[in-house]
């Protein structure tokens, strides 16, 4: 099984190197000029501010969606790309010591939440109801995916890890995945952010994540080191990080950096 999935996720980062390189990874129908890899769970936020930042500078941006690890090994793989925007910093913070990355700044913060399908909620009302023999639970996959790894951080501090691993049923890919799969019911409850369960808000009800159990991860864009348009690529990473870009997270739901967080541009 291991080797099958190991498999089925080289085919979809070849897939979409190739489709980046070939057709552009135009998942929003822009023309070439810059070439953003974005975290699939920031695609609204993302698209419309992409959509502003066209009208305002005449630059256009084309963007490629996916798990920020996919994303990750795609840029690596391909040596393609004027901007990262994945779903943790973390992901950006290892292409830095790679060398990959010119400079970076911070967004918003990217937090987890307990998402539980609305007509689930008289079985899980606290994060230790996931324990609950019988539940049906999904995960995002650490290896593809920001949320997978904050999921395993979650978990390694609760008493009842392995009780509530035994309820996982599926691993899913993106947050956009896992979210869906709450919504429609296909499971019961899921650990997605904050602002991916806010989009299903009519469908699904956040409980909230032990505070004790983690850091809530940050988002940031960074400009590429192998970017040929390093300059008009700053300047979309400041546009994202002004004031009306961060407007624009907090509207789809996304919350402030804490204090301690801050701007963290690097020259």
């Not at 960074?222 to 400041?238: C, I, Q």
Request: proline share 4%; no cysteine.
């Amino acid at each position: 099984m291991d080797n099958r999935l190991s498999l089925i996720r080289k085919v979809f980062l070849v897939s979409i190197t190739l489709f980046t390189l070939i057709f552009g990874g135009s998942a929003t129908g822009f023309s070439a000029d810059l070439l953003l890899f974005a975290g699939a769970g920031l695609r609204q936020p993302t698209d419309r501010l992409i959509e502003a930042f066209q009208k305002e500078t005449g630059q256009t941006v084309r963007v490629t969606y996916a798990g920020s690890g996919q994303l990750m090994s795609s840029i690596l793989a391909s040596g393609q790309g004027d901007l990262f925007m994945p779903g943790s910093l973390f992901y950006i913070e290892k292409l830095e010591k790679m060398g990959r990355i010119d400079s970076f700044k911070k967004v918003v913060a990217h937090t987890a939440v307990l998402a539980v399908n609305i007509r689930k909620t008289n079985l899980v009302r606290a994060f230790d109801d996931l324990a609950r023999p019988g539940l049906r639970l999904a995960l995002g996959d650490p290896k593809a995916m920001a949320f997978g790894r904050t999921a395993l951080t979650i978990l390694s501090h609760s008493p009842l890890k392995d009780a509530i691993l035994k309820n996982v049923v599926v691993y899913g890919a993106t947050v956009k995945q896992l979210a869906m799969y709450v919504s429609q019911g296909d499971v019961d409850a899921s650990i997605i952010g904050r602002a991916d369960a806010y989009q299903f808000r009519d469908s699904i009800q956040m409980i909230s994540v032990p505070p004790d159990y983690f850091e809530p991860e940050t988002i940031a864009v960074a400009v590429l080191k192998d970017s040929e348009h390093r300059e008009a690529a700053s300047r979309f990473r400041d546009f994202v990080a002004s004031k009306q870009g961060i407007a624009m997270f907090e509207h789809f739901g996304f919350l402030p950096l804490a204090e301690r967080g801050g701007q963290g541009a690097r020259p």
